[in-house]
């Protein structure tokens, strides 16, 4: 499950990243003025996601505890199951103490902060900082039984054992039923990894830095350019915990912008357009070693130079101003991620973590917007200020998590 709902962090950083100052999506603040912005974001229970075929499926691992993934628990499985393949290699291939899945579930809320002031009439500075809190739950379920019986029928089939097969067919006849716990044996003393469980964390996600300038702005038309970093302070992906979700993605982003819009019917509709280009830069990281495209799991680690595919976001819709003080606004979003690339030693593990990194979401938003600032200056009201309310689902993607998120956004002049 490694990696698998961290991706989800990825489109949350892009509902808060920007800190929005504009009123039309081209607009900056005028020289001097200052805003500040909180919003919070809530994903509901994230349990699928869009495959590489952009159908949907569930979150679950499924593992076998047969002899291969059992024999190495210690020194005395070891022994058994070599004298059982030496019995019987076919009961050595068939044996299994059952099949259990691991059914995922993840919650994830941020609060993100940020700050904006002009510096001219054209030209907006600002900086976002998320602060997240994520949880995991992970249930266990046993999906087939074991087959104890099986092989000691095939090791019965033996008319000549020695002494000490003997002793592994009193064994096989005295073997409990295996428990969860054996999973989480397998999990821990075989592939090495953190004890799998419920799981939850709070912290920092990666700050974005950047300026918004405007080009031009006539009557009912604006454009406008932006850039900037996103900065990984973030915390990081740990390689030896399956069920845990990164805050950031490990390395610094840069990014440039387009923002334009026309108005019709006196400003009654709007009709806005924005393109985001990010760059990701490389960066040195320690992953597991992928030995198998369908096998998730892996006992080893190394250090690997990862480079994320860059990522294009592009938005468009429009917002009808019922009055000076609300309207209300549907978006499209759209994003497409390239191919990732890894540089290691271990030439087959690169192209098993590259193989169906790019990435393709489709989501559609409603927002109500609230505004005092034409109360304000009009003095009906004590402070110009924004309230927003927004709904996002994802309705379709290739390899992206599905789920659908809520925000609450206030931002403040000063």
């Known amino acids: 499950m490694q990696n698998i709902l961290f991706i989800t962090i990825l489109a949350l950083l892009c509902s808060i990243s920007i800190l929005d100052t504009r009123a039309a999506s081209y607009d900056t603040l005028p020289k001097g003025v200052r805003i500040g912005g909180y919003r919070h974001v809530l994903t509901d229970g994230i349990s699928s996601d869009y495959g590489s075929s952009s159908t949907e499926s569930k979150y679950a691992l499924k593992e076998s505890l047969d002899a291969k993934n059992l024999e190495s628990i210690n020194d005395a499985t070891k022994e058994y199951f070599k004298q059982l393949k030496d019995i019987n290699p076919s009961a050595y291939d068939s044996f299994t103490f059952g099949e259990y899945s691991a059914d995922a ?22 900086f976002s900082i998320p602060i997240y809190s994520a949880n995991v739950k992970l249930n266990i379920n046993r999906t087939k039984t074991n087959n104890h019986s099986d092989t000691l029928n095939q090791i019965d089939k033996n008319e000549n054992l020695t002494a000490e097969q003997k002793v592994i067919r009193d064994i096989t006849a005295q073997l409990p039923d295996a428990k969860e716990e054996l999973l989480q044996s397998i999990i821990v003393n075989y592939y090495q990894y953190n004890p799998i469980g419920n799981w939850e ?43 845990d979700i990164s805050f950031g993605d490990g390395q610094t982003d840069l990014f440039a912008e387009i923002f334009t819009g026309k108005s019709f019917f ?3 509709l709007d009709l806005d357009l924005n393109l985001r280009l990010t760059y990701q830069m490389s960066a040195t990281k320690r992953l597991r070693v992928p ?10 680690s190394d250090e690997f130079k990862e480079k994320l595919g860059n990522k294009v976001n592009l938005s468009f819709g429009p917002t009808y101003h019922f009055t000076h003080w609300a309207s209300l606004a549907a978006t499209y979003g759209l994003e497409m ?6 540089e290691s030693k271990n030439t087959e593990a690169n192209d098993i973590l590259a193989h169906n990194s790019s990435s393709e979401s489709h989501s559609v938003r ?24 927004r709904a996002q689902t994802k309705i379709a993607g290739r390899n992206t998590p599905k789920h659908s998120q809520y925000e609450l956004d206030f931002k403040f002049f000063f």
């Open 266 to 268: 006196k400003k009654k």
């Open 366 to 389: 409603l927002a109500a917007s609230f505004s005092t600032v034409s109360l304000y200056q009009m003095k009906k009201f004590v402070m110009p200020l924004n309230v927003s309310l």
């Open 201 to 243: 964390a709070q912290g920092l996600g990666d700050i974005e830095v950047g300026t918004i300038y405007k080009l031009t702005e006539s009557s009912n038309y604006g454009l406008a350019v932006a850039g900037g970093i996103v900065l990984p302070t973030g915390r990081d992906d740990d390689p030896d915990t399956l069920q």
């Open 291 to 300: 030995e198998s495209y369908e096998f998730p799991l892996s006992k080893d």
């Open 337 to 342: 991620q390239s191919a990732s690339k890894y």
């Open 105 to 126: 579930q993840g919650n994830v809320s941020v609060n993100g902060f940020g700050l904006g002031w002009g510096i001219t009439n054209k030209l907006t500075a600002y």
